[in-house]
């Protein structure tokens, strides 16, 4: 009899594969290791680190050669571990004090991971993983454990966490599946596996146990549904829906050029959300027109100080060109909030969401702020570039940003530099108060981005990353759609294009409603262009207006989400 597992879905999708366990204990390994000398043990791990520095060198390469510059980032963080003083101190001192490398850097790791998991920030946090990740990898290499053997079958990861470094050697064709007991969606893991479209399940918790090494399993990622050993009927009905995921990947494949164009002509722009600049690239498939939001902060993340403008400017130019003319909008930084930035030095704050976030920082540190509208400015020579800043709450602000804006193009200016003049200024309306502002806000800007992740939140006062909370968090409740109707007609009648980069662009029915309020464009995670495009070419335009005005009258969003499910 099969054993069923209810997960997270970190990555959608349905896989079959062979379970390869990947976090089991080093621990018989130890047991069973036969230590030299202290000195001896202090040349093994100098050897052992010299040796995973260069493999970790020349993995890098490979991974830029290939395009694949995610991935590389992040092992090119590991590498910043292995010569973090901090932590080679640790080591060496452990492997004196008790003459046994392998066993000094497990301690060591767990050590420093465990300060890690315990700091305040997310981003700490989830370094621990990265440094459990290599302590397991350097002492497999003085133990001489050997790695994961890849057969004929695709494998399924397994494990409370899965290393970032195993998920990254393992050729595309012979991963299935990433199963983790641990719960975040954020770790570099995960990001990682979703940069390959690996069907990720995550949060098993301590019920991972309960998949035994070289199991079959079954992974329903559209439901977080781990089936263990399925039975003869799972398997076929699961096959069914596999092949219906293919005929469906078929039919949107068919509508890729196609544009979201309602039955009455009613055209809406639908791009992408990327983090970092190869994603652009991966978007393509899927019949974007352009970046709707460039999450510029992940190019602040991963690293150890920040990136030069020399850095960004290389990144932007990459999104750009990938955008083959059309508009590439970039965020300046959001940093804070669930974003931190070790290195900025940020005192820790009681409530990150209403602290020292975003454009705030942006305002108050011109030698961040400067290069990155510098950086973007040059590089929007090599397309149609927009800046977009976050978190926007006043007049204020927004002329701030604009006098900065200026001042960048002056510089550059001075400096004989090329850049492009035509670059558009928007902001993010992601806060009540820009929302209500907006018919004041159309004056200065040239567009408006709806950010409904954060809009929501601060409209409800209710934490978008709390999972007690999470039902109360919904962006068809009718003050949400208020603000999101009043933005729209702020934008339309001031002649400036308002669009959505929030998750709410990515939900077909919302789409509908957003499009009868006047909305020009929906930025969302590429994969879910389609199935909006679908949505938007089976209505028209007066129909979507028919439903806006019915929706706008109805009490609660449970309401408006069982009228659009019943009528559309
Ligand atoms: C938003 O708040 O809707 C948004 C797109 O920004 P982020 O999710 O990065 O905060
Ligand atoms: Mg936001």
Redesign the pocket.
């Known amino acids: 009899m099969s054993v069923s597992i209810q997960g997270n879905v970190a990555l959608e999708g349905i896989s079959i594969g062979k379970i390869v366990k990947v976090d089991q204990s080093l621990d018989g390994y130890v047991a069973s290791y036969t230590p030299g000398t202290a000195e001896e043990e202090l040349a093994k791990l100098e050897a052992a680190l010299e040796a995973i520095s260069a493999e970790i060198d020349e993995s890098v390469e490979k991974m830029r050669a290939a395009g694949q510059d995610e991935q590389a980032d992040i092992m090119e963080a590991h590498s910043f571990l292995l010569m973090d003083p901090m932590f080679t101190d640790m080591m060496n001192d452990k492997a004196r004090e008790l003459a046994n490398a392998p066993a000094a850097v497990l301690a060591a790791a767990n050590e420093t991971a465990e300060i890690l998991a315990n700091m305040e920030d997310e981003y700490m946090r989830e370094r621990s993983q990265d440094v459990h990740d290599i302590g397991r990898r350097v002492a497999r290499f003085v133990l001489g454990v050997k790695g994961i053997e890849v057969g004929d079958e695709p494998i399924i990861l397994c494990g409370h966490e899965v290393e970032p470094s195993v998920i990254a050697n393992i050729p595309d064709d012979k991963l299935a599946g990433v199963i983790m007991g641990q719960g975040s969606t954020t770790c570099h893991a995960v990001i990682i596996a979703k940069s390959r479209a690996i069907t990720t399940i995550v949060g098993l918790e301590e019920r991972i146990g309960d998949i035994p090494d070289g199991a079959k399993v079954l992974m329903d990622g559209n439901a977080g549904m781990v089936i263990v050993e399925p039975t003869q009927d799972e398997l076929s009905s699961y096959e069914k829906q596999m092949a219906e995921q293919q005929a469906e990947m078929k039919r949107y494949e068919a509508m890729r050029d196609l544009p979201a164009e309602t039955t009455d002509g009613k055209v809406v722009q639908l791009t992408a959300n990327i983090g970092l600049p190869d994603d652009a690239e991966a978007a393509i498939k899927y019949g974007n027109q352009g970046v709707g939001?460039f999450?510029s902060e992940f190019i602040f993340m991963g690293r150890d100080k920040i990136p030069s403008e020399e850095l960004q400017y290389e990144n932007y130019k990459k999104a750009i060109l990938a955008c083959k003319g059309e508009l590439c909008v970039i965020r300046t930084m959001?940093i804070g909030g669930d974003k931190p930035l070790p290195y900025l030095n940020i005192a820790p704050e009681d409530n990150p969401f209403l602290g020292y976030r975003a454009v705030r920082i942006s305002l108050e540190r011109p030698e961040l702020f400067m290069p990155q509208l510098r950086a973007i400015l040059r590089a929007g020579v090599f397309g149609k570039a927009a800046i977009m800043v976050?978190m926007v709450i006043s007049v204020d602000e927004v002329k701030s940003i604009l006098a900065m804006v200026d001042k960048a193009k002056a510089e550059l200016e001075t400096e004989g530099k090329e850049y492009a003049k035509d670059v558009q200024v928007g902001i993010?309306v992601?806060t009540p108060a820009a929302a209500v502002m907006t018919p004041v806000l159309a004056k200065y800007v040239d567009f408006f981005s709806i950010?409904?992740?954060?809009?929501v939140q601060y409209t409800l006062a209710v934490d978008r990353i709390n999972p007690q909370v999470s039902k109360l968090y919904d962006h068809f409740h009718p003050a949400v759609l208020q603000l999101i109707q009043r933005t729209i007609q702020a934008g339309c009648n001031n002649g400036k294009w308002v669009g959505m980069?929030?998750e709410m662009a990515s939900d077909p029915y919302a789409a509908v409603i957003l499009m009868a309020m006047g909305i020009t464009e929906l930025s969302m995670s590429a994969p879910s262009i389609p199935k909006v495009k679908e949505k938007i070419r089976s209505v028209s335009l007066k129909e979507a207006k028919d439903h806006l005005a019915k929706v706008m009258e109805l009490e609660t969003g449970a309401e408006v989400r069982e009228y659009l499910r019943k009528n559309l």
Request: proline content about 8%.
């Open positions: 939001l999450r959001d976050p993010m992601e950010g409904t992740n954060d809009l980069c929030g």
